[in-house]
């Protein structure tokens, strides 16, 4: 990781052009819908301030979405789009690799171990789960799995 990015973001990330994994992360945990088009009408500084502001406690996680609520709102006209938040997400399970990490893995040639997967943090099991969906660009999914030393 570079940061509060991991290196395979390395090329979007100093202008946090694109939404960085932490962001997401914060979304899902949060439970809302930031579009791309919203982010990019942020500023630089608000931007840094979704990278920044902490959303792992209740009270967190409750601010997290308050805030951007409010921010979506008042830049948009538009309240946000709430998502469901589950409960136990994917990348906190730790005791099943979902298939899609498995899929796009055995692709490449390479076979993703339970016991690599409860080595990973929160937000790198989080990344591969998002960087394994259908139409997400595979160039990074790679580029992850060796940034956290599972090839």
């Known amino acids: 990781m570079i940061g509060d990015f991991f290196e395979f973001e390395a090329d979007f990330v100093n202008a946090l052009r694109c939404i960085p994994m932490l962001?997401?992360?914060?979304?899902?945990?949060?439970?809302?819908?930031?579009?791309?088009?919203d982010w990019n009408q942020m500023t630089l500084s608000e931007r840094a301030i979704l990278v920044e502001l902490p959303c792992s406690t209740a009270a967190e996680i409750k601010f997290y979405q308050e805030y951007l609520q409010k921010f979506i709102l008042d830049h948009t006209g538009i309240p946000a789009t709430r998502l469901p938040i589950d409960p136990i997400p994917p990348w906190m399970d730790v005791t099943t690799v979902p298939p899609t990490i498995l899929e796009k893995a055995q692709a490449i040639g390479l076979t993703i171990t339970l016991h690599q997967w409860l080595g990973l943090t929160p937000l790198q099991r989080f990344a591969l789960i998002k960087l394994s969906l259908s139409g997400h660009e595979n160039k990074n999914f790679p580029r992850a799995l060796t940034e956290f030393n599972l090839i």
Do not use: E, P
């Open 23 to 37: 962001v997401r992360y914060k979304l899902d945990t949060c439970g809302i819908k930031l579009k791309l088009s």
